[in-house]
């Protein structure tokens, strides 16, 4: 019984069909093997500038032999930067973004977080909105046009509440006389 069976499977094995079959088995490892190694490096690329980094993340797959290749290509999936550099970009821009949008709620005196609406700062009495001299309207002091009337800000409109500058006393009183004549307006009929 046990020789049967031996000699049958060295009849098998003997069999030129078995030998194709290895043939074939080991040609497609090989070229699987070889295909992963490439797809490893193009991988790394879309993750990291790095030459050396990329090679090595290829060569690790090429040394792992086909026979390996199922246990070295999850150790890469694993051990590979999670995020594409393209990823890491957009997250960067992003936190950027938001670090810029915290900023414009901040007296820009003392950093002091400030909220929507607030004319001037209570800390250290920057001016963090200024009165349009056309329209009256208050809008914040770092804008160059009213957001309201869509006039320009003259120089000595917004120089009272510059940037940075933590102004105590209140625009000159010649200039808020001149904000309190009515505006000059543009015939619009005839
Ligand atoms: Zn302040
Ligand atoms: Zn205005």
Redesign the pocket.
Known sequence: MTNGITSAIGQLLSSPLVGEAATIVAIGGTALWLAAAWWTYLDMTRRTGSEPIRLGAAGWILISTPLLLPLSLPIYLFVRPQQTAAQRESDELVRELSLADADADR?P??A?VTELGWKR?P??A?WLETECADCGRWSRVELSICPWCASERDALGSAGVLIGL?LSVPPPKAELERRREPAPRLARLG
């Open positions: 007296c005196g003392c002091l700062c800390a250290c920057t933590p």
